[in-house]
């Protein structure tokens, strides 16, 4: 910024020296008869010309100062936004999952918020985005002008929030989608915490890093490439110290000692049990023992991958972990390795049941025997098409849906005792009795990546 009003400054300094020369070439002595008119008029029109554009570089080396002092303060305002729209999300969502109603006042205040937020997004964009016009010294003032024009003037959709923002304000994905720089933020901001959206993605294929990283604060960079590392990483470590659990990169690793030290906490941890630092070999831990027992009891399956304990209560013996891995649930083998049926006939039922109730309308009134009759037989359709033509792409969590019954149930593992903030494994030995729970999780409004 401060090379492009250094710019503007030569710029007007030339132009300025040009109207002097001009007015040092009129004030020339000579007789009036002799001096031809029609140079008076040309050097007269010349100097007029000059004097338009010394007050358009003046005008804009003013807008130049006016901009500058707005985006600094850009990030302030854009994270406060960002930050009460998180807390209105997540508010609304819990609304949801309770069965509560949701004003329609607090959602036209976050689009309000969204399209402010967005436009503060867009003019620092716009600000730091004419600078290559501005850098060009062969452009003249009125291309500059007209080709900001043309960027202000078209306008795209952005394919997660269906805002239009000027072209210059979005990213084009290697899918052909285009988003806005502040879904798009958004999206490896929640890939940071969530593995089962890493790596950022649309229509399946992976988002590069460098069409956001200009975006994306250094604290968010950092976080980002951390994740990738620990997202990445097969057979993780993570601390032993229970207040801490951070992950612990190989890079850590002492192969002499068997040990990593936690780059948090300081503490040290076994790289083989996962466990406490020992001498001899690993110590046998109760608790997981415990949960094991449990686990082939009900006959849950471990991820061979990372070593969590999954529950299937519904759909095909395809499991796709969130760390990457894909087995089959009656093995546990890498999928399409074994032989086993792809799915049970009454999770089959179960399934095509969710798929007719969340495609079916909302009922006005109770249904009768005839609705009930008529349910009974789409269920049947839909599982013997689900039987013919099975195939279970797992796009991922978010998919958009539409329908009377926006939620699906899922039975997860959650460990009982630890902050949810921490990744816990099943394979951790300090991991206390893992616990099934049902959750009910709304997909209602999300798009689908």
């Known amino acids: 910024m401060a090379t492009l009003l250094c710019a503007l400054d030569d710029e007007i300094v030339a132009v300025s020296l040009q109207i002097e020369d001009v007015d040092q070439l009129s004030n020339i002595a000579e007789p009036p008869l002799n001096r031809p008119r029609d140079l008076d008029q040309a050097r007269a029109a010349y100097r007029a010309e000059l004097e338009l554009q010394l007050s358009i570089l003046k005008d804009r080396k003013h807008a130049r100062d006016i901009t500058q002092a707005l985006i600094s303060d850009v990030p302030a305002i854009a994270f406060l936004l960002s930050q009460d729209r998180q807390i209105r999300d997540d508010q609304r969502l819990a ?178 049990c996962k466990g406490v630092p020992h001498s001899g070999g690993c110590p046998e831990d109760a608790a997981m023992k415990v949960t094991f027992d449990l686990a082939k009891d009900e006959g849950w399956q471990q991820c061979q991958g990372c070593s969590s304990l999954v529950e299937l209560t519904v759909g095909c013996y395809h499991m ?25 006939e009454e999770r089959l039922l179960e399934r095509a049941a969710e798929v007719v109730a969340r495609e079916a309308p909302v009922p006005a009134a109770p249904e009768n025997m005839r609705d009930v009759l008529a349910r009974a037989a789409e269920t049947r359709r839909v599982a013997n098409n689900l039987r013919t033509a099975h195939e279970c792409a797992h796009r991922g969590r978010l998919i958009h849906v539409t329908g009377a019954t926006n939620a699906a149930h899922i039975s997860v593992i959650a460990a009982s005792g630890i902050d949810s903030d921490k990744r816990f494994t099943g394979g951790q030995a300090s991991a206390t009795l893992l616990m099934v729970m049902d959750i009910a999780i709304d997909f209602d409004g999300l798009h689908g990546a």
């Open 95 to 272: 609304r949801q999952m309770s069965g509560l109603s949701v004003n329609n006042e607090d959602i036209a205040i976050d689009e309000d918020a969204l399209h402010l937020e967005n436009a503060i997004v867009a003019q620092d964009i716009t600000a730091t985005g004419t600078e290559s016009c501005d850098a060009n010294p062969s452009n003249t003032v009125e291309q500059c002008q007209d080709d900001l024009t043309d960027d202000l003037s078209t306008q795209q959709k952005c394919a997660a929030c269906f805002y239009t923002f000027p072209s210059h304000a979005m990213a084009a994905l290697p899918c052909d989608h285009e988003y806005c720089i502040d879904c798009l933020k958004r999206l490896f901001t929640d890939a940071t915490k969530d593995q089962s959206m890493f790596p950022p993605r649309c229509c399946r294929r992976q988002i590069p890093l460098t069409l956001i990283s200009s975006s994306l604060s250094e604290r968010e960079l950092k976080a980002f490439q951390e994740a990738s590392v620990e997202f990445t990483t097969t057979n993780r470590l993570y601390c032993s110290n229970k207040s801490c659990g951070s992950f612990v990169p190989p890079s850590r690793y002492d192969r002499m000692s068997d040990r990593a030290e936690c780059a948090h906490c300081g503490r040290s941890t076994c790289i083989h």
């Open 320 to 344: 796709s972990c969130k760390c990457g891995h894909q087995f089959c649930y009656l093995c546990g083998a890498r999928w399409k390795t074994c032989t086993c049926v792809q799915f049970e």
